[in-house]
C-alpha cells in the first residue's frame, strides 16, 4: 500500500528566500522482512529516468540511525530491504512505527522523504513479570473479595498484544478481567467460594494470557494462594493516580516523589511494601523504597528516548493483600542537544564559469531537543562567493553568489555554524572544503606588445634572432601555450621560408641568410595558443632590422669601361690648367659609411 503527499516548507529561517519542498512519498511494509524484499519503486513513484538513474547515484539514508535498512536497485529502481527491521526495537510500544528515510539524488541535487510505516506482526508472546504469583488470602475473606493480579506484557501492538485471560477451572476462583484506558487488559481474581483452611491450606493455579493475533500466541504464569487467619484490611493508596514531573539528565539519585498507602489492620497485617510492578525498561531507570515509598532515579532520563513514563506501583500488606496505583512521570526537555550539521552532497570541484545560484552542496542540520530547544538558525561565514538557502525542512542549499575565478582563489574552506534556540544556546560549527575547477577563460597574453630585433645580413641559416614569451593563468593543458607564425609573405615568399619559431619555447631562427641590400626590414606575426578545448589564442608582431655589412664593392657607372679595365679622353693642345676633363660617378650597393666613395687618379707614364 503506497500513499503520497507533500511535507510542507521549513520553518528555520537562515535568509529570506523560501523554496518549495520536495514531494514525499509513503510505503507500508511488515517487519521482519527478508533481505532483497521489494517495498517500492522510486523510478515510478517520483517520476525518474531509470536510464540516468546509475549516473545521479541515489542513496538512501535513516533520520537520527547509522543503520541502512534499505537499498536501491540501480537498474529498475526498486527499494530493497537490506537489514532486519523490528519493529518493537525501533518503535517500542508506539503505537505508529514510522521510519523515515532521505532519498539523495545528484546531478542535480535533489532530497526526497520516505516515509515506511513498519507494519507489527505477531512476533512475541504475552509474558509475565514472574514465573510465581504468590497470594496469601485469609480465611476469613468474604465472597466477591478481588485480588489484582500482575499484568502479562506483549511487545507487539493492536491486535496483536495481550487481548484476554484465562483462569484454571478450579472451585474458588473466578476471573474479571477489566479494559482499561489504552485497551490494557487487567485481571483480577475473584473469590466466588469462601476458604477453609482446615480443608485446603493451599492452592495452586494457572492464569493464562492470550494475544489476538494469527497465530495466536500465549504465556502463563502459576498462582500459588496460601490460606491464611482472619486478614481483614489490604492496603489503600492516597491516590489512584501520582503525577510527577522531571527534567531530564536528573543524576542519579534525584527524588521523584513519594507515594503513600495505608492498612487498617495491626501489627504484621498492616505493615506495607512497595514494589514497582512493571517490568518493562523502566526499573532501570527508577528505583522504589519498598519500606517508604519513595521514587528515585537510578538510570539515564532522555527526553528524547521517552518523553512520559507510566508506571505500576503495589502496596502489598504483611500477609498478602494488594493495592495498586499508578506512577505518571512527565520528562521535561533540557537543552543538552548541540545541534548537528551533516554534508548531504557536496559537487567539488566546481567550474569556475558556475553561474551565479548555482547548487554546490546539501546540508542536513538536526537537532534533537523539541520546542525552542530544537530550533536553529544556519550561517555562513562573510566574505566567501556562497550562501545557503533553505530547502525542505532542516536542510539546506549552498549556493553561489557571485562569479568564482580560479586564477585569484582556487580553494575555498567554507565554515558553516548552526546555533539552536535552546537557553544557554548551543552551537556547533562544519568546515567544508570546496576546490574550484579551471575553465579555459584566459588566452594567453603575451609580455610585450611587440617584438624587434636586429641582426646582421650573411647571417648563417638557423641563427637564433630572439624569443617571444606569452602567459596563460589557466591551469595545466588550459595553461599550456604553443607558438607558432600566422601566414604572411615577405618580397612575395612565405615567411616561413625567412623565420621558423619553437612551438614550446618561443624561440624564433632565422630560416635563410638575409641580404640587405634586398630588404632591410621585415615582419611576422606569431600566434600564442593554449590546449584548452576551445583553444584561446593571442597574435605579437615581430619586427626584424637587417644591419649592413660592408660587403660590396664600389661600382663606375661613367664612363664606361665597357668591359675594358681602361678608358681614353682626349684632351686639346689648348687646354688650360684645371679644365676639365671628365667626370667620373661611382656608386656602392651597401650603406651608410659602407657606401661613402673616395676616389684617387693614379697616373700611369705612357
Known amino acids: 500500500m503506497r500513499y503520497k503527499g507533500f511535507s510542507s516548507a521549513s520553518t528555520v529561517i537562515c535568509f529570506a528566500i523560501i523554496l518549495p519542498s520536495l514531494a514525499d512519498i509513503s510505503y507500508s511494509i511488515a517487519e521482519e522482512m527478508k533481505r532483497g524484499t521489494v517495498t517500492g519503486n522510486i523510478v515510478k513513484d517520483l517520476g525518474l529516468d531509470v536510464s540516468r538513474l546509475s549516473f545521479r547515484k541515489p542513496r538512501v539514508d535513516t533520520e537520527r540511525n547509522s543503520r541502512k535498512y534499505f537499498d536501491i536497485n540501480l537498474n529498475n529502481g526498486d527499494l530493497v530491504v537490506s537489514e532486519r527491521i523490528d519493529r518493537e526495537a525501533l518503535c517500542g510500544m508506539k503505537p505508529s512505527c514510522v521510519l523515515k528515510l532521505e532519498l539523495m539524488l545528484e546531478s542535480p541535487l535533489e532530497l526526497h522523504r520516505i516515509s515506511l510505516h513498519i507494519q ?9 513479570k514472574k514465573d510465581k504469583i504468590k497470594l496469601e488470602i485469609s480465611e476469613s475473606t468474604v465472597r466477591g473479595a478481588r485480588f489484582s493480579l500482575d499484568e502479562a506484557r506483549d511487545a507487539d501492538i493492536g491486535e496483536n498484544t495481550v487481548k484476554g485471560y484465562a ?4 472451585n474458588y476462583f473466578v476471573l474479571n478481567v477489566d479494559t482499561k484506558a489504552g485497551g490494557r487488559k487487567q485481571c483480577e481474581l475473584v473469590l466466588d467460594k469462601e476458604l477453609d483452611r482446615e480443608k485446603e491450606q493451599e492452592l495452586n493455579l494457572v492464569l493464562t494470557a492470550v494475544d489476538g493475533g494469527s497465530p495466536q500466541r500465549s504465556g502463563t504464569v502459576a498462582i500459588q494462594v496460601t490460606v491464611l487467619d482472619a486478614n481483614d484490611n489490604a492496603p489503600v493508596f492516597s491516590q489512584i493516580v501520582y503525577k510527577a514531573s522531571l527534567p531530564e539528565n536528573s543524576p542519579v539519585g534525584t527524588a521523584v ?3 503513600k498507602a495505608s492498612d487498617a489492620d495491626e501489627g504484621i497485617n498492616g505493615e506495607v511494601r512497595y514494589e514497582l510492578d512493571h517490568f518493562s525498561e523502566k526499573s532501570d531507570i527508577f528505583n522504589l523504597d519498598p519500606t517508604t515509598g519513595e521514587v528515585k532515579v537510578s538510570g539515564p532520563i532522555d527526553f528524547e528516548d521517552e518523553l512520559s513514563h507510566e508506571i505500576r506501583i503495589s502496596a502489598t500488606d504483611g500477609l498478602g493483600l494488594a493495592s495498586y496505583s499508578t506512577l505518571m512521570i512527565d520528562v521535561t526537555d533540557v537543552n543538552d542537544n548541540e545541534p548537528v550539521l551533516y554534508i548531504k552532497s557536496l559537487n567539488n570541484p566546481i567550474p569556475e564559469d558556475a553561474s551565479p545560484g548555482t547548487e554546490v552542496g546539501i546540508i542536513n542540520v538536526q537537532d534533537r531537543d523539541s520546542e525552542n530547544n530544537g530550533q536553529v538558525r544556519c550561517s555562513i561565514q562573510q566574505n566567501v562567493p556562497f550562501k545557503l538557502v533553505p530547502s525542505v525542512k532542516n536542510y539546506y542549499s549552498l549556493v553561489t553568489i557571485g562569479q568564482l575565478d580560479r586564477e585569484l582563489v582556487s580553494d575555498y574552506n567554507i565554515t558553516i555554524s548552526v546555533t ?12 567544508v572544503q570546496l576546490s574550484v575547477a579551471d575553465v579555459n577563460d584566459n588566452p594567453p597574453v603575451f609580455e610585450k606588445q611587440s617584438y624587434s630585433n636586429y641582426v646582421t645580413e650573411n647571417n648563417k641559416p638557423g641563427f637564433t634572432l630572439c624569443s617571444v614569451s606569452a602567459r596563460d593563468p589557466d591551469w595545466k593543458q588550459n595553461g599550456t601555450v604553443i607558438y607558432s607564425l600566422l601566414p604572411s609573405e615577405v618580397n612575395g615568399a612565405p615567411v616561413s621560408s625567412y623565420l621558423s619559431v619553437n612551438g614550446d619555447t618561443g624561440v624564433i631562427h632565422a630560416v635563410r641568410s638575409f641580404d640587405y641590400e634586398q630588404f632591410r626590414s621585415f615582419k611576422a606575426h606569431v600566434m600564442a595558443r593554449d590546449n584548452g578545448s576551445p583553444p584561446l589564442s593571442s597574435n605579437v608582431t615581430v619586427t626584424v632590422f637587417i644591419a649592413d655589412v660592408n660587403d660590396n664593392s664600389p661600382q663606375i657607372l661613367y664612363p664606361s669601361t665597357e668591359g675594358n679595365s681602361f678608358m681614353m679622353e682626349l684632351i686639346p693642345k689648348a687646354a688650360y690648367g684645371g679644365s676639365l676633363v671628365s667626370k667620373v660617378i661611382a656608386v656602392d650597393a651597401d650603406s651608410g659609411q ?10 700611369y707614364p705612357k
Open 120 to 128: 507489527d506482526i505477531n512476533d512475541n508472546s504475552p509474558v509475565f
Open 167 to 170: 483462569l484454571q477451572s478450579n
Open 257 to 259: 516523589i513519594t507515594v
Open 420 to 431: 539552536d534556540e535552546g537557553s544557554p544556546p548551543l552551537s556547533s560549527s562544519k568546515t
Open 594 to 603: 659602407n657606401a661613402w666613395l673616395s676616389m684617387e687618379a693614379l697616373w
